[in-house]
Structure formats: structure tokens, C-alpha cells
């Protein structure tokens, strides 16, 4: 029988004790079960790119509404991670949220708009990989605060 994999993962995927006992403690809720799928894929990926792209869905699941979503985050990331964690330059965007949203993001999502990321560019990958653990930290409280779905 063949063995299936996803080509943005390394052939399986790596289950960590505590995504398997989430995973048993949502059942059959879609929101929850489609967040922890995504944060697995997010968790198990070789694309910082695509591991980016995982997280931002677990916090769009959890917090539908932008300026919701925006508020959260401005008020939360400060909270979970060191401060050379944040981004220190953020360009023209006004805060935190719109910084990991349009120049993160809508730029690894999006080429019809200026900016966009070039996945073969070294500076452009080197500045996704400085704000992915803040989206994945991100994710895991959307999914523990806002969604209830224990610590993973």
C-alpha cells in the first residue's frame, strides 16, 4: 500500500503528546479540529513560509473579525514572547497585527501587490523565520484562550 505525504512536509507527520491529547479533547467540534490540523501542519512543515501561513489560520479561526482579530493581537503578543520577539521595524504598518498581516502575511500569500515575499530570496526568508515563533505562540493562545482547547 502506498504511503501518502503532503510535498511542504518531510514525509510523515510528527505527533507530539500534546497535540495528540487536544486532538482527543475536541471531538467532533469543526473549529477546533480544523485549528489543531492546521497548527499540526504548521508544526511538521519544512516552509517557514508555509508554516506561517498554518498558524495565521489557527488565529483566523479563532478570532473570524479583523479589527477583533487585530485587537487581540496588538494586546497579546506583547504578552507572550520576549521583546526582541517583536518586530522592531515595522515599517509603515501602525502596529503589531498589521505588520504580521499585510507585510507577513498577505505578502507570503499574495503577488498581485507590492510588498511580496520571494521564497528564494534570503532576506525575505530570514524575515518570515524571525516572526514565525510569534505567530505560533499566537496560535497556541488563540487556541487555548479564545477557543478553550488545553496548552499545547
Known sequence: MP????????????LSKDIVQAMQS???NEADSLALAF????KN???VFYEYLNYWKVI?????????RWGWINSTAVKLVRPEDIPSDLGTAKSIAEYLDYYCRSAIAHVFRKPYINPDNF???RRISKHVFLVEELA???????????RL
Not at 504511503?3 to 510528527?14: D, E, F, H, Q, V
Not at 497548527?39 to 504548521?42: A, D, Q, R
Open 26 to 28: 475536541v471531538g467532533k
Open 45 to 47: 512543515s519544512n516552509s
Open 39 to 42: 497548527f499540526k501542519k504548521g
Open 3 to 14: 504511503m501518502t505525504w503532503a510535498p511542504r512536509l518531510s514525509g510523515g507527520t510528527l
Open 123 to 125: 532576506d525575505d526568508s
Open 60 to 68: 483566523e479561526i479563532a478570532i473570524p473579525e479583523k479589527a477583533n
Open 140 to 150: 497556541r493562545n488563540a487556541m487555548q484562550d479564545v477557543m478553550g482547547i488545553k
